[in-house]
């Protein structure tokens, strides 16, 4: 017979942790308001009456800015344990942080170059 023993808690937190955000929704279903008719149809901008449509084009500038934050940020979340555990890795994990930050600089010349840094 398969016992668990010990992962009794375990299983109690992963059972109200499925169960919360069901909770949520089904409360949300039950409570929210059915329609929606007048003001409430209005997009919202900062008290602000809305001048035209809601569905304009963005320049690609802005992704194009927003892509290679996340790029390097994600990078700094990858080099952070790695830089808590200089000490213990030895020379091997050193080595592989360097060609980690090479591929990353490799792309941000990439990008540079490409003209994604560009404003203008």
Not at 1 to 20: R, S
Not at 37 to 46: D, I, P
Not at 62 to 71: E, G, K, N, S
Not at 78 to 100: M, T
């Given at each position: 017979?398969?016992?668990l023993?010990?992962?009794?808690?375990f299983?109690?937190?992963?059972?109200?942790?499925?169960?919360?955000?069901v909770?949520?929704?089904?409360?949300?279903?039950?409570?929210?308001?059915?329609?929606?008719?007048?003001?409430?149809?209005?997009?919202?901008?900062?008290?602000?009456?809305?001048i035209?449509?809601?569905?304009?084009?963005?320049?690609?500038?802005?992704?194009?800015?927003?892509?290679?934050?996340?790029?390097?940020d994600?990078?700094?979340?990858?080099?952070?344990?790695?830089?808590?555990?200089?000490?213990?890795?030895?020379?091997?994990?050193?080595?592989e942080?360097?060609?980690?930050i090479?591929?990353?600089?490799?792309a941000?010349?990439?990008?540079?170059?490409?003209?994604?840094?560009?404003?203008?």
């Amino acid at each position: 017979m398969f016992l668990l023993t010990g992962y009794e808690y375990f299983l109690g937190f992963l059972l109200i942790a499925a169960a919360v955000p069901v909770l949520a929704l089904v409360t949300n279903l039950i409570v929210a308001p059915k329609g929606r008719t007048g003001e409430r149809k209005l997009t919202y901008e900062s008290g602000m009456e809305p001048i035209g449509g809601a569905w304009i084009q963005f320049n690609i500038r802005y992704y194009m800015f927003a892509l290679v934050f996340v790029i390097f940020d994600v990078e700094t979340v990858f080099l952070y344990p790695w830089a808590v555990a200089f000490n213990r890795l030895g020379l091997l994990a050193f080595i592989e942080a360097l060609i980690f930050i090479a591929i990353l600089v490799i792309a941000l010349a990439y990008a540079w170059r490409k003209g994604a840094l560009e404003w203008s």
